[in-house]
């Protein structure tokens, strides 16, 4: 149980185009999901926090307008990289996990999305 | 605040020796801890977690790791190590504060090499 998946895994586009990345909770309802960015031989940069039904929460230096984040659906979120640069080239990775005040909080990961823009 | 060190960007081992990744947080609330592995272009899974449990915790493939609040560690271990395990690994650590939204904050990572 709690698989996500992200689509596509990899994508090549022309500078000044827009991408959307999909990631979806297959098995499970998640009421929030987080996007990620990793560049080569780095750590995961949280990008912002997406919960269902409402606005993303974005995180410091992150371009709300640039990334936009929609949460349509309990196992949808997706998010679109708009009027892409070559400097947005990357590895997207989403993480989904379960609703509720749980506690013991576990993310689950997509297998991410390569992004480069050309 | 919370953060975390991985101390090590690289640690390389032969197969069959014990595995030693070492990972310190930083909190000001009892947190949350995570390992999860990392294969070439691939998400992340997750190896094992810490909540508030049993200190020792064990996981998948044979890693476990322990909580020591004295030395606000958790180190993963192996004792035997496989060609397999070859990867990239991150600590992570996430505040027992409902509020704060479930957020991780990773480590830098450790490659773990594992040589024949």
């Known amino acids: 149980g709690a698989v996500v998946s992200q689509h596509p895994s990899w994508v090549i586009c022309k500078s000044g185009t827009s991408v959307k990345i999909e990631c979806r909770s297959l098995?499970?309802?998640?009421?929030?999901m987080f996007w990620y960015r990793q560049f080569p031989k780095q750590s995961l940069m949280l990008m912002a926090t997406?919960?269902?039904?409402?606005?993303?929460?974005?995180e410091q230096g992150v371009e709300k307008d640039k990334f936009l984040i929609n949460h349509a659906s309990l196992t949808l979120s997706t998010l679109t990289v708009t009027s892409a640069h070559p400097e947005d080239s990357s590895f997207y990775i989403c993480?989904?996990?379960?609703?509720?005040?749980?506690?013991?909080?576990?993310?689950?990961f997509g297998p991410g999305t390569r992004l480069t823009v050309l | 605040a919370q953060s975390v060190t991985q101390l090590g960007s690289h640690v390389s081992v032969s197969e069959g020796a014990l595995v030693l990744l070492r990972c310190n947080y930083s909190?000001?609330?009892?947190?949350?801890l995570f390992w999860y592995v990392q294969y070439p272009n691939q998400g992340l899974q997750l190896l094992l977690k810490?909540?508030?449990?049993?200190?020792l915790v064990k996981g998948i493939n044979g890693f476990e790791a322990e909580f020591k609040k004295s030395e606000t560690s958790f180190h993963l271990t192996k004792p035997s190590a496989h060609m397999s395990d070859a990867a990239e690994y991150f600590c992570?650590?996430?505040?027992?504060?409902?509020?704060?939204?479930?957020?991780?904050?990773f480590g830098q990572g450790t490659e773990l090499s594992v040589k024949p």
């Open positions: 810490y909540t508030s449990a049993a200190t």
């Open positions: 098995d499970f309802q998640a009421t929030t």
């Open positions: 909190s000001s609330v009892p947190p949350y």
């Open positions: 992570a650590v996430s505040p027992m504060i409902y509020n704060q939204g479930g957020k991780l904050i």
């Open positions: 993480s989904a996990r379960f609703g509720g005040r749980a506690r013991a909080d576990t993310q689950y």
């Open positions: 997406s919960n269902e039904g409402s606005k993303a929460t974005y």
